[in-house]
C-alpha cells in the first residue's frame, strides 16, 4: 500500500479527459461539443463540477489541435478552470497527461484526483460530495457505480457485430456486478504509477489501480449518471436535462 503524510489535508482537483473524437455517436463534430438543452455537453459536465465547492480546481485535457473549447465553455480558464493542450490518442494517455499538469501546478502525490467522462454530462454534484464522503479516509479510493440489474448475455466471440448476426454464447452471472462510472477518486500518487504500466485491459483508472493488487471502494450512483456514446443517448440526455430546469 502507497503511504502519504499523516496530518497535511489533502486537496482535491477534477481532471477531465476531453481529447477523444467521439466516434461511435455519429455526430459530425467531438461529441464533447454537441449541444444539449441550450449548452456544448461539456459545459454541463463542467458546470456540475464547478458547483462543487471542495473541488480546489477542474483540469480539462484537450487535444493539441482542438479549436472549439473556448466558444463551447466561454469563460472556463481562471483560478479553479485549467487547461491543457497535450492530450493523447487514449484516454490513459490524455489522463496521464492531466496528472502531469496537476503536479505541475502544485498538486501533491497525497491530492486526490476525480476523473469524469466529459460525456457524463448529467452528473449532479451531491453525487460527486457522496463519492468524496466515501472515499477521503479510505487508502485507496474509489468510484462511483451501479449495480447490474439486467441479466447479461455474453456473444458468441467472433460473432458478426449487427444485430441480426450476433447470438449468444452464455448467460452471465450478474450477481456482485457493477456498471463502472465516473468520477473515479484516487490520490494523485497512485494514479500516476498506475497509469505508468502496462495498459493492456485497462479500460479506466479503476482497472489501472486494480493491477496494482489494490480494491478500490464502490460508492452506489445513478442511472442517470450514463455515459453518452450512441446516436439514442443524446436524445435521452437533452430531454433529462431540459427537465431539470
Known amino acids: 500500500m502507497t503511504s502519504f503524510p499523516i496530518g497535511l489535508v489533502p486537496r482535491c482537483f477534477a481532471l477531465v479527459p ?16 454537441v449541444p444539449l438543452a441550450g449548452q456544448a455537453m461539456i459545459a454541463h459536465t463542467l458546470a456540475a463540477l464547478a458547483a462543487v465547492p471542495r473541488i480546489d480546481a477542474t483540469l480539462v485535457v484537450l487535444s493539441p489541435e482542438d479549436d472549439q473549447f473556448e466558444a463551447a465553455v466561454p469563460g472556463f480558464a481562471g483560478e479553479r478552470g485549467w487547461i491543457a493542450r ?12 492531466g496528472l502531469r499538469a496537476l503536479r505541475a501546478r502544485g498538486a501533491q502525490p497525497h491530492d486526490w484526483v476525480l ?7 448529467l452528473l449532479r454534484p451531491e453525487w460527486v460530495d457522496a463519492l468524496i464522503d466515501a472515499c477521503d479516509d479510505d487508502e485507496v479510493g ?6 447490474v440489474a439486467d441479466t447479461l448475455k455474453q456473444a458468441v466471440v467472433g460473432a458478426d457485430e449487427s444485430p441480426a448476426g450476433t447470438r449468444v454464447a452464455a448467460t452471465v452471472d ?4 457493477w456498471a463502472a462510472q465516473t468520477p473515479q477518486m484516487f490520490r494523485l500518487g497512485l494514479l500516476m504509477p498506475a497509469l505508468a504500466g502496462p495498459l493492456d485491459g485497462i479500460t479506466d483508472e479503476a482497472s489501472a489501480v486494480e493491477a496494482l493488487g489494490h480494491a478500490p471502494r464502490l460508492v452506489e450512483a445513478s442511472i442517470e449518471n450514463f455515459k453518452v456514446t450512441y ?3 443524446f436524445a435521452l440526455a437533452e430531454r433529462l436535462l431540459r427537465s431539470r430546469s
Open 18 to 33: 476531453a481529447a477523444g473524437v467521439g466516434s461511435r455517436s455519429g455526430a459530425d463534430r467531438p461529441k464533447q461539443y
Open 86 to 97: 497535450d492530450g493523447g490518442a487514449t484516454r490513459a494517455d490524455s489522463v496521464a497527461a
Open 115 to 121: 476523473v469524469h467522462d466529459a460525456a457524463r454530462c
Open 142 to 147: 474509489g468510484l462511483l457505480a451501479l449495480p
Open 174 to 177: 450478474r450477481r456482485g456486478k
Open 231 to 233: 446516436p439514442a443517448d
